[in-house]
């Protein structure tokens, strides 16, 4: 059977002007047209050829010598060549864009983005991409360990979980929903810090730096926010995560090691419903 979206290895059984038809073997009944200017010099009948198949503008099946960057099962970051209302089109390598339906995004994406992808049938036998279920296809084998400073996709978004990030476009991270990511888009490639190689191989992640930096870093984003309300932050850190995570843009566990570590410089005051700035 020839697969659509995949490389095999096909026989030549037919030469013509235009080009020669492969197949599985001689006898075999469903056979795909290799476009003259494809087909290798010197190559005969019963010549093997190693194709991808996929569909042309026409949708008919056809062969290519050509490489796509994605194939069946596979992830890879393809660059946004244009915009409509019905999709967007992808660069993967061949002369027919992969067409990515309006269904199939996530997040808003803009010509020039590279987002991750891979490919799937749709009803009418037709090789689309999909930024959806990527999550399935990614690796959990990755070489990191906890410390380490890695570089990674963001591919999806979840209010229940975090910031999905595909680290290398292939090992499966992510950013806890604590942290703040609302500068972050689909497609942004970011450096982060892994912090946990979970027992199933999954990459937990962090934007923040190592703790001792990160809270010198808290304590003057603490210090600007109180200037903001005019020295009095109309919470104190027993507020609730979310509280904190919306005003603050950080964790409940950061804005109280910031907090105790202004309380101790004296730079702050904190009473039962507020904090302050220590004016003296």
């Not at 934007?207 to 309300?229: G, I, S």
Request: charged share 30%; aromatic share 8%.
């Amino acid at each position: 059977m020839i697969k659509l979206g995949e490389k095999q290895s096909l026989v030549v059984v037919k030469k013509v002007e235009f080009g020669v038809y492969l197949a599985e073997s001689q006898s075999s009944e469903q056979r795909v047209l290799l476009p003259g200017k494809q087909v290798p010099e010197g190559i005969g009948i019963g010549d093997l050829l190693e194709v991808f198949i996929y569909r042309d503008s026409k949708d008919r099946l056809i062969a290519t010598t050509q490489s796509p960057r994605l194939m069946m099962g596979q992830l890879a970051a393809l660059r946004v060549v244009s915009v409509q209302k019905i999709g967007a089109f992808l660069d993967w390598g061949l002369e027919k864009d992969l067409f990515l339906p309006y269904k199939e995004q996530e997040g808003r994406i803009r010509e020039g983005d590279e987002v991750l992808t891979r490919l799937y049938i749709d009803k009418s036998s037709r090789l689309c991409a999909s930024m959806k279920g990527l999550y399935e296809l990614l690796s959990t084998d990755s070489p990191y360990e906890a410390g380490q400073t890695v570089q990674g996709r963001v591919y999806e978004f979840s209010d229940n979980f975090g910031t999905f990030v595909a680290v290398d476009d292939k090992y499966s991270g992510l950013v806890p929903r604590h942290e703040d990511h609302s500068a972050l888009r689909i497609g942004d490639v970011i450096k982060v810090r892994v912090t946990e190689v979970k027992p199933d191989g999954k990459l937990t992640l962090t934007l923040r730096e190592k703790a001792y930096l990160q809270m010198e870093e808290d304590a003057r984003r603490v210090l600007e926010v109180l200037e903001e309300y005019a020295g009095v932050l109309p919470f104190n850190d027993k507020a609730s995560p979310e509280i904190i995570l919306r005003e603050m843009k950080m964790s409940k566990g950061a804005f109280k090691r910031a907090v105790g570590r202004l309380y101790k410089e004296r730079k702050i005051e904190i009473t039962e419903n507020d904090i302050r700035i220590r004016r003296s």
